[in-house]
């Protein structure tokens, strides 16, 4: 079993900032993958980003390309999402989640461990 655990969520202005981190522990060895995800109220979960673990190769959205960064620590099995230039259409609760197999990174079907979510509010 893996647990992930985020934090970092909040309120922030349109054009602000903010860094998400998601800490994994438990069986950490076999992650092939770790992406974020968010869900607007109202809304279907959305892919936003991934990485795979071990090369560090990075996967975005289109709506958040340039804009967001996913980056990974081995040492410390955590991953980290820099979010800037926020727009309002970005507030969602962000889930971080796990995948032990490789596939398609933006398929939410891939991942078998989530986070239990952060709510991340951009205001206008």
């Known amino acids: 079993q893996v647990q992930l655990v985020e934090s970092g969520g909040g309120l922030v202005q349109a054009g602000g900032s903010l860094r998400l981190s998601c800490a994994a522990s438990?069986?950490?060895?076999?992650?092939?993958?770790m992406g974020w995800f968010r869900q607007a109220p109202g809304k279907e979960r959305e892919f936003v980003a991934a990485i795979r673990w071990s090369r560090g190769s990075t996967y975005y959205a289109d709506s958040v390309k340039g804009r967001f960064t996913i980056s990974r620590d081995n040492a410390k099995n955590t991953v980290y999402l820099q979010m800037n230039s926020l727009k309002p259409e970005d507030t969602g609760v962000y889930y971080c989640?796990?995948?032990?197999?490789?596939?398609?990174?933006?398929?939410?079907?891939?991942?078998?461990?989530w986070g239990q979510g952060t709510q991340v509010t951009v205001s206008s």
């Open positions: 989640a796990a995948a032990k197999k490789l596939g398609t990174l933006d398929y939410s079907g891939l991942y078998d461990y």
């Open positions: 438990g069986r950490t060895f076999n992650i092939y993958a």
